[in-house]
């Protein structure tokens, strides 16, 4: 059996791992993040039309440097092997209070 190497984008600087919890139209998602805030987050333009979304997904946060308790910027959305990987290597350990997957 061949292993398979996977590239995974972890979080730098104040970049946060979330969980898609709704989609509110317009680019916007609220997104509940590892550090136990709810944010909404927009997709920016630049990758609206290549970043497609579902509630449940993984994704990557950048919060706004004002309001960014409650805003944010989804930069990263998680493939399914991802999450398996960042899981496997405790990134998603706080997940699992939140929501099964």
């Known amino acids: 059996m061949e292993e398979e190497f996977i590239r995974v984008k972890i979080p730098k600087g104040n970049e946060i791992l979330g969980v898609l919890q709704q989609r509110l139209g317009g680019s916007r998602v609220k ?19 290549k970043l497609w979304v ?10 706004w440097e004002f309001g960014g308790n409650e805003k944010g910027d989804v930069i990263y959305k998680y493939t399914s092997s991802q999450v398996n ?8 350990k706080d997940i699992e209070g939140i929501e099964e997957f």
């Open 31 to 49: 997104v509940i993040c590892l550090d136990g805030k709810t944010r909404v987050c927009r997709i920016p333009g630049r990758l609206k039309r």
């Open 54 to 63: 579902r509630e449940g997904d993984i994704v990557l946060v950048e919060p």
């Open 85 to 92: 990987w960042l899981k496997r290597n405790n990134y998603l």
